[in-house]
């Protein structure tokens, strides 16, 4: 497991060279967390770099790439263990029995 440091990552996605090569890292991490269950970025360090990647996207949202793991929720775009998707969340508002 790699440990980015704080600035490093919160500082990641400055360019969109950068922004690419943070998202790769990004889906890296997510696909290796979610495969085998250890991720080449620990906890910390993957949410201050999705959060860099995030401000980057909304800086410059015309060229946000239409895969990005930011928009994918915690999931973070890697396919659950197992395989099979999460499930909806429960509407809310509304009388479920």
Do not use: I, N
């Amino acid at each position: 497991m790699t440990t980015l440091p704080a600035a490093q990552a919160l500082s990641a996605a400055s360019s969109r060279t950068e922004y690419e090569a943070a998202l790769q890292l990004l889906r890296d991490a997510s696909r290796t967390y979610y495969g085998d269950g250890d991720s080449v970025l620990d906890d910390v360090s993957y949410d201050q770099l999705r959060r860099s990647v995030q401000a980057w996207e909304q800086e410059h949202p015309a060229e946000v790439s239409p895969d990005s793991p930011t928009g994918l929720g915690g999931r973070g775009g890697g396919p659950r263990r197992g395989g099979a998707a999460p499930p909806p969340p429960p509407s809310r508002g509304k009388a479920v029995f």
